[in-house]
């Protein structure tokens, strides 16, 4: 079977993009989708209680965004430097993203927030992403708070007032470099109702890289190669959505991060083993879910391994279809914007 990037296109007017959140994270738009019909409907984000069943579980990722996005000067020649952080390797060392990078050969020396943090550039791996490392005085989370920025995708440029906003309600565990947006929509209020209904809430951890952007470069799709990313089901997590399976109920992921994170972590039997691994999964047309029943999203950029995983779910046609309807309606897209639900009833 070949799949084309191109059969994932869509056009979309830039003035969709969705450049501020909204006051109130609960009123965005939702569109459900039936995966089976294609049949669409129109709807405000917290009327999802209304499709969650008693019995039912939803998963959620509990990552944190850092403060990834450092901007600094080269040493002795005070050229500007932007540093984005991706993953940790050890203590101060850090794979990282630099900009602009052919000036940042191994042994160049970086300075941040007039000397409150040094770096130096150890070597250049994979992709041309540097390896840093850094020095300071006390906590480095402490150090990027104060001077770190959210580092929004490429497509936002307007600049957010509220870092706070950039984070789910939920977020705990430190470690991403872009937030699992679906997730953005729930309040803490919402999450109770939702739990007094009778739906159990699962909690998975995957540390979201920025390869979550980096376009398909092929145009067939299977030789796009995934980046690696962190992730980890706890004890707990792995037999509540086990036995949420056994006793009928559904398994609603929220985002798609949540969505690679259960199915990754499932065996061939779809039954979830907890643990702490690396996944490259790449879900698209063809692929058989193991695991989730139903997925909250938001509405992705054209040809990303993100539509293509949602039309695993619910078929291209649907999907396309469903973002010309939303496009139609003037729906807010991207990270900020509004949401989707794709289920089967």
């Known amino acids: 079977m070949e799949l084309r990037k191109s059969d994932f296109y869509f056009d979309l007017p830039e003035e969709l993009i969705a450049q501020d959140p909204l006051e109130d994270r609960s009123s965005s738009r939702l569109l459900k989708l039936d995966k089976n019909t294609g049949e669409v409907t129109h709807h405000v984000f917290k009327d999802i209680i209304e499709y969650l069943n008693p019995g039912d579980c939803l998963v959620l990722n509990n990552t944190k965004v850092i403060p990834a996005r450092l901007l600094g000067e080269r040493e002795g020649t005070g050229a500007h430097v932007e540093v984005l952080l991706l993953k940790r390797r050890e203590a101060d060392v850090w794979e990282t993203l630099v900009k602009p990078g052919k000036k ?14 040094h770096a130096e550039v150890l070597e250049t791996v994979e992709e041309g992403n540097r390896l840093i490392r ?7 989370e402490e150090v990027l708070d104060r001077l770190g920025e959210m580092p929004l995708p490429p497509y936002i440029t307007h600049k957010l007032q509220d870092k706070n906003r950039y984070q789910t309600v939920y977020a705990k565990y430190e470690g991403s470099a872009a937030a699992p947006t679906a997730g953005l929509h729930f309040t803490q209020e919402l999450l109770k109702q939702i739990q007094e209904k009778g739906i159990n809430i699962a909690y998975v951890t995957l540390h979201v890289g920025l390869g979550t952007f980096r376009p398909v470069k092929e145009e067939n799709v299977l030789e796009h190669h995934m980046h690696s990313e962190a992730y980890e089901v706890t004890e707990e997590t792995a037999e509540l959505i086990n036995r949420t399976k056994e006793q009928g109920g559904r398994v609603i992921c929220v985002g798609t991060t949540s969505c690679r994170t259960v199915e990754s972590a499932a065996d061939e039997n779809g039954r979830v083993v907890a643990g702490c691994g690396d996944t490259e999964i790449f879900i698209y047309p063809g692929y058989q879910f193991k695991v989730l029943d139903a997925l909250i999203t938001n509405f992705h950029l054209p040809e990303s391994t993100l539509v293509m995983l949602v039309s695993a779910l619910a078929g291209r046609e649907n999907v396309l279809a469903a973002y010309r309807e939303a496009i139609k309606e003037r729906y807010r897209f991207f990270s900020f914007g509004d949401s989707m639900y794709v289920s089967g009833e």
């Open 104 to 117: 940042c050969k191994p042994g160049t020396r970086l300075v941040f927030g007039d000397g409150l943090l």
């Open 134 to 140: 850094f020095e300071y005085e006390g906590i480095f």
